[in-house]
């Protein structure tokens, strides 16, 4: 661990312990909400050390807090989660050694984890970023949970505190980023849309899964139109119908430029 540490700057260990810091605060969020809404203490600290994902966790347990199922509850914390596939494509150099290692290592993917490696070019340094705020979080974020928890029993109404407001608060933040895009914009308003009318008709928990409809309406690709045959051809296009040889078009211009200078 000392040899990773000499490898990073300490700029780079300082915005790495900031980060830390604020996902305990989350952590801790999560661990009482999750204990104060009714689960046992043992629910939450499993998700951390299992699934290690903020975002997917928040999701996961809030379909469950509001009346959903647990299938309903895994399928939106794997949608989720899925994010983290191109991630994993994108960093997978830095994950060697034997299978356990390069298993552990993809346990430790995380937004924090990819968006540190992938500022680095270096492989030995990138390797060192990754492992170091990976392990970093994963210790900081399974005591932050368990932390809280446990104040979450003492607390019971974690409402006082504001802390209900964590479950939106963290869902949109990983939002936010991707409504720069128009296609996206699109998307995510017509699954709220979804979403919200279909809330009084069905089960807790299904509204998300149906607001992915939405994705029906993100926008694609333009196709660029072809120039219109006939009149505004390029000069020195040839006729349709007309085979052209090598250097045709070439000679055609000229011959035209000629005619021109002649009259």
Known sequence: MRSLLRTLEHATLRDIALVCLADALVGASFGAISVSGGLPLWVPVALSVLVFAGGSQFAAVGVVL??????????????????????????????????????????????????????????????????????????????????????????????????????????LALVLPSLADRGTRTAAVA????????????????????????????????????????????????EPGVAAEPGESESVVAAAAGKEDVR
């Open 66 to 171: 509001s009346g959903g199922g647990v299938l309903a509850a895994v399928a939106t914390g794997l949608v989720l989660n899925a994010r983290l596939l191109p991630f994993g494509f994108a960093v997978a150099d830095v994950l060697q050694g034997p299978w356990w290692q390069r298993l552990f290592g993809a346990q430790l993917l995380t937004d924090e984890s990819a968006a540190f490696a992938l500022q680095e070019s270096e492989p030995r340094r990138r390797r060192a970023v990754f492992w170091i705020c990976g392990v970093s979080l994963f210790v900081v974020w399974n005591v932050a949970v368990l932390l809280g928890g446990l104040a979450g029993g003492l607390i019971g109404d974690t409402d006082v505190f504001g802390l209900d407001a964590a479950f939106p608060a963290v869902l």
């Open 191 to 238: 699954g709220a849309v979804v979403a919200v009318a279909a809330t009084p008709f069905v089960p807790a928990g299904l509204p998300v899964l149906l607001a992915l409809v939405g994705l029906l309406l993100a926008g694609r690709p333009a196709v660029a139109s072809e120039p219109e045959s006939g009149s505004g051809s390029e000069p020195g296009s040839v």
